[in-house]
């Protein structure tokens, strides 16, 4: 109701990791902050019938230490710690990540890696959006006027699947230059169903099915599929150059990133 009546701009604020840089610098004014740090529903990890479910303004710190995280989601588990630094996963929340929806930043690449669900809740009631439709573009999510994301449903991880996980960054804890997120469904040293998720190469993270389609029924560590696959990556990002990086240098990126992660994947056997 008090987004729903504000009058002006209104925010939410979870951890602040984000929106207090953007207040300090002007980029943001809004007229009205609604804190949600004493709402103790929205954090938490907890095991429901179909996965995990972490509530919103779950703190990275907890996401980083939490047994849970560790044995049902271990992909989210091994990436989080390449989140900034220890203060700032110290404050910050997943949701605020996520709405926040940053191209660089680590979580909206591993929703979209493990087909998260967001559980969005406003003035109708609430409604659940595949993580594949949620990030909308630089900043822009798929949440309307007067809604709030509560909560992320996670599936089952099984237990034969594999992961690997790799950014580069000029400086430990800055936003990622280029990210990638992968896991594998093993048959035996056989790849089945996978994931190729990229991230900091586009104005949102990137799912890379024809990558996919070159790596499955193929051993991990199958060299000419490697190749193909890098090149396909090559293929599928345009990127934009900035002050940071070329648009070609972030490409190389990817593929080089690409194929240590699946080699970590490889590794697990």
């Keep these: 109701m008090i987004l729903q009546n504000a009058q002006g701009d209104a925010r939410i604020i979870a951890g602040g990791q984000s929106l207090m840089p ?34 919103a303004m779950t703190r990275t710190r907890d996401i980083e230490t939490s047994a849970l995280i560790a044995q049902h989601q271990p992909l989210i588990a091994h990436a989080v710690p390449h989140i900034a630094h220890l203060p700032i996963r110290s404050r910050g929340t997943i949701g605020g990540s996520l709405s926040h929806a940053d191209p660089a930043a680590e979580f909206p690449a591993l929703m979209l890696a493990v087909d998260a669900q967001m559980v969005l809740h ?5 409604r659940v959006v595949p993580a594949g439709e949620y990030f ?29 996980f790799q950014e580069y960054s000029r400086r430990r804890g800055d936003f990622a230059l280029a990210g990638i997120a992968f896991w594998a469904d093993m048959d035996g040293d056989i790849c089945g169903e996978c ?14 099915h024809g990558v996919e389609q070159i790596l499955q029924s193929h051993p991990l ?7 193909q696959a890098r090149d396909a990556v090559d293929d599928l990002l345009e990127p934009d150059s900035d ?3 070329s648009a070609e240098y972030r490409r190389m990126l990817a ?10 994947a490889g590794g697990m056997a």
């Design 22 to 55: 953007m207040l300090n610098f002007r980029l943001a004014t809004p007229t009205l902050l609604v804190d949600l740090n004493r709402i103790a529903a929205l954090s938490g990890i907890g095991m429901t019938d179909e996965g995990l479910r972490i509530g």
């Design 122 to 126: 406003g003035p109708q009631g609430a």
């Design 136 to 164: 909308q573009g630089l900043f822009e999510t798929a949440t309307k006027s007067a809604e709030i994301l509560t909560h992320i449903d996670l599936p089952h991880w099984p237990e034969a699947r594999r992961f690997g």
């Design 195 to 208: 994931r190729v998720v990229a991230f900091g190469v586009s104005d949102r993270p990137v799912r890379l």
């Design 221 to 227: 560590n199958d060299a000419d599929a490697m190749l």
């Design 243 to 245: 002050l940071q990086a």
């Design 255 to 264: 593929a080089e990133l690409l194929q240590r992660a699946v080699h970590a």
